[in-house]
C-alpha cells in the first residue's frame, strides 16, 4: 500500500477499548508517576493489537496525550523499532527471515511462496485481507532456520511444503501449531546418541 493510501485511510479518531483502557491503568502502576512516559512502548503494542495489528497516528496522538509527552515522540519510537507496524497488515502477518542462517537454510524458497501465494510484493495486503508479508533480519532462532513469525508465533524448520501448508492452513480457519515442523523440541537434535561415545549404538 502507497504512503499516499495509508494516509488517506487513517482513522480520524482512536480510543482505548474498556479492557485496554484497564490493562492500561495496570500498565502504569508499574512507572512512577513522573515516570510513566516510560509506558509508552507497551502502550503502542496495546493500540497494535485493538486496531488489526497496526497503529494509525490517531492512536499515536491518543497515547501522546494520554502520557502527557509530545505526539513526535511516541512516533520517533514508533517507528524505531520494527516490532510496531505504521501501516495497515495483514490479519496473518508473515515476517520471513533472510538472515544468513535462513538464507543458507533455503529461506529464498519461501520469500517466493509468499510471493506466489500471498502478494508479489511485500508489505501488500492478500486481495481476501488475509495475509501480508515482508522480510526481516534475524529473528534469533537461527539453530531452527529457516524460520518465519506470523503475527506472534514462530514457525521453524521449514521448507516451501510446510509453508504452503502453513498458509493454506489459514485460509481454512485451521491454523496449524506454530514451533519446528521437523518435529524438534525447541533446539534439540535431530538424533540422539549415547553418552558413551559410541554413535551407532
Do not use: H
Not at 19 to 36: R, S, V
Not at 120 to 144: P, T, Y
Not at 164 to 186: A, V
Amino acid at each position: 500500500m502507497s504512503l499516499k493510501k495509508v494516509y488517506e485511510n487513517q482513522p480520524k479518531d482512536f480510543v482505548f477499548t474498556e479492557t485496554n483502557l484497564k490493562l492500561a491503568e495496570e500498565i502504569l502502576k508499574k512507572y512512577p508517576n513522573k515516570n510513566k512516559k516510560s509506558a509508552v512502548m507497551p502502550f503502542l503494542y496495546l493500540a497494535q493489537k485493538q486496531n488489526n495489528n497496526w497503529i494509525p497516528l490517531a492512536a499515536i496522538k491518543y497515547i501522546g496525550k494520554y502520557l502527557s509527552m509530545p505526539y513526535i515522540r511516541v512516533y520517533e519510537i514508533a517507528t524505531f523499532y520494527s516490532m510496531y507496524n505504521l501501516a495497515p497488515v495483514g490479519k496473518n502477518f508473515f515476517q520471513v527471515c533472510t538472515t544468513s542462517p535462513c538464507l543458507l537454510r533455503g529461506a529464498a524458497k519461501i520469500v517466493e511462496v509468499c510471493k506466489n501465494k500471498i502478494s508479489k510484493k511485500e508489505n501488500e495486503v492478500s486481495k481476501d485481507g488475509l495475509f501480508s508479508w515482508m522480510e526481516v533480519e534475524c529473528l534469533g532462532a537461527c539453530v531452527n532456520a529457516p524460520v518465519i513469525q506470523i503475527n506472534d508465533d514462530y514457525f521453524e524448520d521449514l521448507d516451501e511444503k510446510s509453508t504452503t501448508k502453513i498458509i493454506e492452513s489459514l485460509q481454512n480457519n485451521k491454523p496449524l501449531k506454530p514451533g519446528s515442523f521437523r518435529g524438534r523440541k525447541n533446539t534439540a537434535p535431530e538424533k540422539s546418541y549415547k553418552i558413551s561415545g559410541d554413535q551407532n549404538a
